[in-house]
């Protein structure tokens, strides 16, 4: 048993730094590791290291069946690993395609479809869900201006038992779509960069968003508001998002 990142692992620190030949050398023949909370099988087949993962999805970042590996071991064969599933409810990250998709309605059906498919191949588990809407779509200003309906038909859909945790947004219109006129374009970068620049109007609006009620649409409690590039990733995204809502509109 060793508990380390081994060479490394997105998102962790490089605890207990080690590498896969310095196991495999050691000649055991199994590795059991943790700190890493992805299950993987590395190493090689006479010499077999793996992380098990942990028992249960905590958080957003921690989506897939999770549970244990069970591990084999007798005199002269290679060990032998299988997993088996522990957790009572699964997160998951659901990436429906919606670049054909012209409407809300279209969206929402995509949405639908592959939460659908995520219950299908969790047994039944309860799931906490994320959409993850991205990429080019032709209904793009559609999804900006009603992302509060949007909210409304993702908490729909959710079986009982299960939870929703967000739709996160990260659109843009096809480049086929009509462009945004360049003068209301360079107004809204100029726009941005003013505002930018002032950190103090920037934390107002916040304020008065928080009013009303669309401050976790920013998520402001994860946000450093004494950090000017939180502010300008802020301000960017914003004037990103007006510039896509208003791309072919009158």
């Known amino acids: ?62 989506t897939g069946p999770k549970g244990a590996l069970v591990v084999d071991l007798e005199p002269g064969v290679p060990a032998r690993a299988r997993f088996a599933e522990c957790d009572v409810a699964r997160w998951e990250a659901l990436t429906p395609d919606i670049s054909r998709c012209r409407t809300i309605e279209d969206v929402s059906a995509r949405m639908r479809e592959a939460y659908d498919k995520a219950l299908g191949t969790a047994a039944d588990l309860p799931l906490v869900v994320r959409f993850q809407l991205a990429g080019p779509t032709p209904a793009a200003s559609e999804l900006i201006r009603e992302s509060e309906r949007l909210d409304g038909e993702a908490r729909s859909m959710i079986r009982e038992g299960g939870a929703y ?50 401050w976790r649409r920013l998520h402001g409690s994860e946000c450093d508001l004494e950090e000017p590039a939180v502010l300008r990733r802020l301000v960017d995204r914003a004037a990103k998002e007006l510039t896509a809502g208003s791309r072919g509109e009158d």
């Open 1 to 62: 048993l060793l508990h380390t990142a081994v060479a490394g692992a997105d998102g962790h620190e490089p605890y207990a730094p080690c590498s896969v030949d310095d196991l495999v050398r050691c000649e055991y023949d199994y590795f059991a590791l943790g700190h890493v909370h992805q299950r993987r099988e590395i190493g090689n087949e006479s010499a077999k290291v793996g992380f098990s993962g942990n028992l249960q999805g905590r958080h957003a970042r921690e």
């Open 165 to 214: 945790e967000k739709v996160k947004i990260d659109v843009s219109l096809p480049t086929s779509a009509p462009s945004l006129d360049p003068e209301l374009r360079a107004m809204i970068g100029v726009a941005a960069d003013g505002l930018a620049g002032d950190s103090e109007r920037v934390k107002e609006i916040l304020k008065e968003l928080k009013g009303k009620g669309v």
